[in-house]
Structure formats: C-alpha cells, structure tokens
C-alpha cells in the first residue's frame, strides 16, 4: 500500500517535471525527538494578509501556552487553485504534509475520502466553544461519511454592489433593489444611455476569472432559475442535472449582458486579474454602474485594503441578486474556508489544541472583521465590533437565509470548469446558448459517466 | 595472402582468460557508472513510474488518490477521443515547427551567417543583443514578452506613436504571439551553435568553389551547408526537443488561453493533472508527449549517423 502511494506520487512528479515544472521543495514535516514541531499551511498574499496575522497571533499565544512546542507557519504565495493542488500534493507523503492547514470547503468531501483530513467528531464533542457555531457552517465541514473534518472560519454571501452616483445620473432611485433579470438589464440599459463611457453591468464570465466566473456570475443566474438549489446539482438523487432550460437562460443573460456592450469588453472579461479593475479602478472612478461581488467587498477599501477609497460607504450600496422571474428574495451564493488537520500527523492532540486557539472568540472577532468575512460563531455574531465594522455588514449578513453552496463531490472542480467554458463559448461567440449547454451536457457525461447525470 | 596468415596466428586477446575480460570491462565502463547510475534513478525510473501511472485512475484528491485502481488502456482511449486533446496536438505541431524549425533554426543560422561577413564589431553588438534573450531565466522571459505583448504593453505603445491603434494580441493571436516569444527566445541558441560550425567550414572549400565559378548562393546551398548537415541535424534536435517541452513561456502568457486556444501538450497535461486533478490522465499526456519526443530524436538521430558515415 505505502510503495504504491509513493509510486503514484513519483508518476505525479514525474509527469510534473516532464512536463517542465520545476516542484516545490518540500518542507519538513513533524517533529522528532523532545522537541515538537507543528507546521501549519494557509494563504499569504499581498491581498490576503489577515489569515497571517491570525496565524502569527495564535503561533505565539500557542508557543508561549506550550513549552517545547514550535510552530512552524507555512504561508504560500498562491492563488486559491494552485494553493489546493499545493496541498494536495503535500498530503500524499507525511513528510510533507502540514498537521493544520486552511481548507477550502468545496473540497473538504474530497480530501477526506482520500484519506488527507483528521476526523474530528471526538475532539469537537470535548470543546465547548463548538455551540456557538451555526449549523450551516457545521455542514461545511461534514465528509460523506457524516464526519466533521473542518471547522469553519468565516463564510461569504453575494450580492449586486452597485454604485449610487451611476445609478442616479441614469435616473435610478437608490437604495435600489431588482426583482427580476429585466430589472438588472433595464438599468444597464439606462445607464448605458446616460453615459456612454461607463461599464453598466460587469458579469464575470470565462476561465479567466476562474472560479469567480461561477460564483460571482452564472451560479447566481442559474440558481435563481426554476430548479433553484437543485439547478446544478440534484441534491436528492446524488446526480448532476444536464438538458435544463435554466441552463440555456441563464447563458442567453450572458449573451445579451455582452452583446450589448453591458460588460467590460471580452478580452478584458477573461483577464484573470479583470477583478482589480473592478475594485481598483472602476467603481472608485464612478465607472460603473453594478456587478455581482462577494460579502467581502469592503474589505479592498477601507483602510489598510488594497484599493483603499475613503467614500465607499457613501457611493456603494449593495442588494440581493434577482431570481430570474422575482420568486423568492433572491439568490446568493456561499463559500468559505476552514482549518483542518492532517491524517498524518504526529500530535493529533496539539493540533487540534492550536486549531481551537486559532478559531477562539478573540481571534475569530478579529480574523473576521479584518477579512470582511460573515461571521459563523452566534458569540462573534453577536459582537458590536462585527456589526459596526463596516456599512454593509447588516445586508450581507441578511443574505444567509437565501445562500447556496456548491455541491463539493470530488469532480465539482471539472463541472466547474465545463460551466466556465460554456459562458466562454457564448460571451466569445464561439457557441450559441443552447450550442454551448448542449456541449456542457457532453461534458458532464464524459466527466461523471451516463448513469450520474439526471434530466429535469 | 597477408590477410589468410593474419588470419593464421590468433589474436592475443583470444587468449585471456575471462576473468580479464571483466576486470578490462569494469575498467573501462567504471567511470560511467555513477552517471548509469544516476541516470537510472532519476530518469529512467520515473519515467516508467509515469508510464504505469498513466494506466491507473489516480488523481489528486478523492478515493482514488490515495488508493488508485488499474485501469488499463482507458486514459490513453480517452485521449484518442477528446477533441481538445487532437487540438493540442495540432498547436504543438504548429508551436514546434514554426517558432523551432523555421524560427530558430532558419533566423538562428541566417544571423550566425550574415555575422562571418559583417563588421566585427557589428558582430559582437548583434550577438550580444540575441543572447541577452538566451541568458534571461524562463520566466522572466516570459514576464517580458507578456509586457511586449499586453493591452498595455510596449508593442501597443510603440504602435501608438506611429499613429496605429494596437489590439489585445495575447487574446487575438495567442499562438503567433508566444511563437514569436519563444523564436526571440531560443534564436541565440541555434545562432551560437552555426556561428561555431561556420568557422570550422574550410576556406579551401569555399575558395575551390569560387574558382569553378559558384556563386554565393551555390557556394551556401552546395558546399557550406551540406558540410554542416550533422551540425543542422543536432540543433534541429535539440531545440526540437526544447520546444516541444516548453510550459512556462506560454503559461505566464497566455495559460493556454483565451479558451484552450493556445494549449500546447504540456499546459495541457498541467491542466489536467493539477488544475482538474486527474492525475492520471495528465501522466497519460505527459507520455504521449514522451514517444513524441523520442520519435523526432530518433529522426535527427538517423540523419547524423548518415551524415557522420559520408564524412
């Protein structure tokens, strides 16, 4: 069993370094001797810095707690998919392998199947701060075995941002909240009347944007179609949902919102980094009218944020993004990361101690006010600091009751990169809407095999 | 007769005993032990790891991670019916033979030729401005093409001031713009390896064809270049084999973008095998790419030996 491992992890390399890559050198992994040694993975980028500030917070409330005890912080400087495959090819020897680590929640079901995360239902029943935690963000760390693997850090909502000056130069009354898809369209088409050289309704779109083209795009118009929740993914028979006409509406909205010149132009939509611009340049320059973001939004404009804008608060607003005929309040979509431990490693107990730390009252008050996350422990929740950190906290907050989360199986990551394809292939003209959902439906097919794919 | 009565007396070495011949054969080969070595465990090892890889349904996470199943030849019949992998099949033939064998190889020996009879000096700027490309690491190659070539980048700027309006190259023409990368990149190369070879062309040669009358044009095509055939069919090899290896050039460009447009084998397997985790079936690429390699080695490799046999 173990050569095996190691002989599948060598293919791996080898394929890697075939193919040009040069691989991380790996770092070492537990400790030996007296001394022990927790090394812990996360996030670390010039934009993300607030897990690393949590990290070093707790590395020294844990060390000066335990004596002989090193932590040693990890952080990566990568975006979310490479971090994931990082840490995934850690996991496959304990040398390298992390005891704690940031975990995505939509691969948490898959990590535990292959066998990376520690199950942690004995230890959580033991912690008494495990109450506080709301249900939802329980389930996020749930394997398919009904386990608990992960403890949930924060969690996010998405909504329409938009901005007050555009809307109101276009003869749009403000706070302004859409009931339909016709609404979101009638007001780019009047703010594209009254000013030309404005964005009116940037829609992330492509495999440029990644993930974020899903999330913060066409999941929010297919989840608000007839099948709702079950749009993607049909959650009562365990199968994906091909040949739906939310599939096709949903792209034909991407196709108007493009070819009327709504969105940014096509090369610009499928920048990976077009989001900068968003925040950066247009909303702040009164450029654009709307567009789909995250809970997290603030974060990149109050002091200390990337693209720091003293007047956000006055020039933003935020609503619920419209179902496609107005049923129901609207539609968000939920992600979020958590802290897991390893299979592997040497001090189970340790870990799950530093993991506790981490995540207590203080340091989730202070990691989800820094980050602008929605806070997931009642007691956090509950604090004034949190409901005051920024304008929008209330609305955001207020999008839990409506949010989805992605159905996290084991091939969600290729499901999610057919959908991406699909808005490409429609927002480059490649495909028709139905061209491209009929290919999708190929795709899935292939990808999850005929008797995992069900018709509405 | 000589030959029957050499044939008469044996050889002395018939004589030895065998223990001889073996101390002769460590003798000789010891030395190239460590590289045998080292080869086998770096290279050969790995790659027939990768081989039986590529025949299992590993990937990245999930149950299959940790416990792969044989599957046989289903990743490879995969392979033959995905329409994308036929695509990037098709952008590495054109990747290869456009930005290597025309590109670097045809520019690489035109600069290595017009150098022997400009200026010295002129000669010495020229050369040094080609390798600056050759010394820069990859992937800040990469990062200066990607500048070259952006919306915002310095082509656009200097169309601006002639008064022509630029385009986002890297979206509209993905496949020429890292063509044109890679030849700027690899030229240096092939120009150092024929300015080497053009020096070792004996003047006799070129001065006997000259009084018999060729003109420049018959003196290259006639003489020059078929001395220079096995030196032509190295090259071709090597930078054959570097092209057809190339990922971070295109990767820091275009990833293989917009779409798969410009997904050459090896974005391709990294794709599959790290961004959707079929481990797998990236390694079932990574071979492909493998027998395609040794299928041009081999040609290159019959070409020298016949150039090497008519010397």
């Known amino acids: ?456 | 007769m000589t030959r029957s009565t050499t044939a008469g007396s044996p050889p002395p070495s018939r004589r030895r005993t065998g223990s001889t011949t073996v101390v002769r054969a460590l003798v000789r080969g010891g030395p190239l032990l460590p590289a045998a070595i080292l080869l086998a465990v770096f290279l050969i090892v790995p790659i027939l790891w990768a081989f039986v890889g590529s025949f299992t349904n590993a990937t990245l996470t999930g149950v299959t991670a940790t416990s792969p199943e044989w599957v046989g030849g289903a990743n490879y019949e995969r392979l033959f019916a995905d329409p994308d992998f036929s695509l990037s099949l098709w952008l590495t033939v054109v990747f290869t033979v456009a930005s290597a064998v025309i590109g670097q190889n045809v520019l690489g020996f035109a600069i290595a030729f017009a150098m022997t009879r400009a200026h010295r000096r002129m000669a010495a700027i020229g050369g040094g401005v080609i390798v600056l490309a050759w010394v820069l690491p990859e992937i800040v190659a990469a990062f200066v093409a990607y500048a070259f070539f952006s919306r915002d980048g310095t082509l656009n700027q200097l169309l601006g001031v002639v008064g022509l309006a630029g385009d986002n190259w890297l979206f509209i023409a993905p496949m020429a713009t890292i063509i044109l990368a890679n030849v700027w990149r690899g030229t240096a190369f092939s120009m150092l390896i024929y300015r080497a070879a053009l020096a070792e062309v004996p003047p006799e040669l070129i001065e006997a064809a000259e009084i018999d009358g060729a003109n420049a044009w018959q003196r290259l095509m006639r003489v020059t270049l078929p001395v220079l055939r096995g030196t032509i069919a190295t090259t071709l090899m090597l930078i054959t084999l570097q092209t057809l290896s190339v990922f971070t050039l295109i990767y820091v460009m275009t990833a293989g973008g917009p779409g798969n447009a410009s997904s050459t084998l090896p974005v391709f397997a990294y794709q599959e095998a790290f961004r959707f985790g079929s481990v797998a079936y990236g390694t079932a690429i990574a071979t492909v790419m493998l027998i395609i390699g040794a299928v041009f080695s081999l040609g290159y490799i019959a070409v020298l030996r016949r150039a090497e046999a008519d010397r």
């Open chain 1, 1 to 456: 069993m173990r050569a095996r491992r190691s002989a599948i992890a060598l293919s791996a390399i080898a394929a890697g370094s075939l193919i040009g890559i040069v691989g991380c050198s790996p770092a070492s992994g537990g400790g030996s001797g007296d001394e022990q040694t927790l090394t812990v993975s996360y996030i670390r980028t010039d934009a993300f810095t607030a897990l690393d500030t949590l990290m070093q917070t707790t590395k020294e409330q844990f060390e000066a707690d335990n004596d002989g005890v090193t932590v040693e912080l990890q952080p990566a400087s990568a975006n979310d998919e490479d971090y994931k495959t990082r840490l995934a090819l850690s996991h496959r020897s304990a040398d390298t392998a992390p005891d704690i680590f940031y975990q995505d929640t939509t691969t948490v079901r898959a990590d535990a199947e292959a066998g990376y995360l520690l199950a942690l239902d004995d230890y959580l029943a033991e912690w008494e701060d495990w109450d506080q935690f709301s249900d939802a963000a329980k389930q996020a760390g749930v394997g398919n075995d009904g386990q608990t693997y992960a403890v949930s850090l924060g969690t996010d909502t998405r909504g329409l941002w938009y901005s007050i000056p555009v809307l109101e130069a276009a003869g749009i009354e403000t706070p302004w909240q859409p009931e339909t898809w016709d609404d979101v369209l009638a007001m780019a088409e009047a703010v594209q009347s009254s000013d030309p050289d404005a964005v009116p309704f940037m829609l992330y779109a492509g495999t440029g944007t990644g993930e974020g083209s899903n999330m913060q795009g066409f999941y929010q118009l297919l989840y608000g179609t007839e099948l709702g929740g079950d749009a993607l993914y049909d959650s009562e028979s365990g199968k994906w949902v091909v040949g739906s006409q939310g599939f096709i509406d949903s792209l034909e909205f991407v196709q108007t919102v493009y070819d009327e010149g709504y969105a940014l132009p096509v090369d610009r939509a499928l920048d990976p980094n077009v989001w900068q611009s968003v925040f950066g340049e247009l909303f702040p320059g009164d450029a654009l009218g709307a567009t789909i973001e995250g809970s997290y939004t603030p974060s990149f404009w109050v002091p200390g944020g990337s693209f720091e804008w003293d007047s956000y608060a006055d020039n933003m607003g935020v609503a619920a993004f419209p179902t496609q005929n107005g049923d129901g309040p609207g539609v968000s979509m939920s992600g979020g990361w958590t802290l897991a431990v390893g299979a592997q490693t040497d001090a189970p107990d340790l870990a799950f101690e530093f993991l506790t730390m981490a995540l207590s009252f203080d340091n989730s008050l202070s990691y989800v006010n820094e980050n602008s996350q929605i806070a997931v422990r009642a007691d956090v929740a509950a604090d004034p600091s949190y409901t005051e950190a920024n304008p929008f906290v209330g609305a955001v907050t207020e999008f839990v009751e409506f949010t989805y989360f992605r159905p996290a199986t084991s091939d969600y990551n290729q499901i999610s990169a057919a959908v991406q394809r699909a808005t490409e292939a429609v927002i480059t003209g490649q495909a028709s809407p139905a061209e491209a959902a009929a290919e999708y439906d190929r795709e899935v097919e292939s990808i999850v095999g005929a008797d995992q794919v069900i018709a509405p």
